[in-house]
């Protein structure tokens, strides 16, 4: 089994900027991809970036593409978010994911962080 927790999430005035980290523990060699979603009340759950277990591929979805940056620290078996220009619309809850190796799809979840951003 795979635990991911995250934290980092806050309230912050729109604007500024917040670090999400995800700590993975358990099997973490069943994990290929690790991933952040975030899901506003009332809203799908929505993909928001991606990053192979090695580090050298991301991907972003559109409405976050050029403020958000991914990335990860093998040695600490730890996913981060950095999140900039923080903007009312980005108010939601927060979680990482990893994407198991053999089923191809995110598997593991976090409890999820909030976030909120004031105007």
């Known amino acids: 089994q795979v635990q991911l927790v995250e934290s980092g999430g806050g309230l912050v005035q729109a604007g500024g900027s917040l670090r999400l980290s995800c700590a993975a523990s358990?099997?973490?060699?069943?994990?290929?991809?690790m991933a952040w979603f975030r899901q506003a009340p009332g809203k799908e759950r929505e993909f928001l970036a991606a990053i192979n277990w090695s580090g050298d591929s991301s991907t972003y979805a559109d409405s976050v593409q050029g403020r958000f940056i991914i990335s990860r620290d093998n040695a600490k078996n730890t996913v981060y978010l950095q999140m900039n220009s923080l903007q009312p619309e980005d108010t939601a809850v927060y979680y990482c994911?990893?994407?198991?190796?053999?089923?191809?799809?995110?598997?593991?979840w976090g409890q999820g962080t909030q976030v909120t951003v004031s105007s």
């Open positions: 994911a990893g994407r198991n190796m053999l089923l191809q799809r995110y598997e593991y």
């Open positions: 358990g099997r973490t060699f069943s994990i290929s991809a």
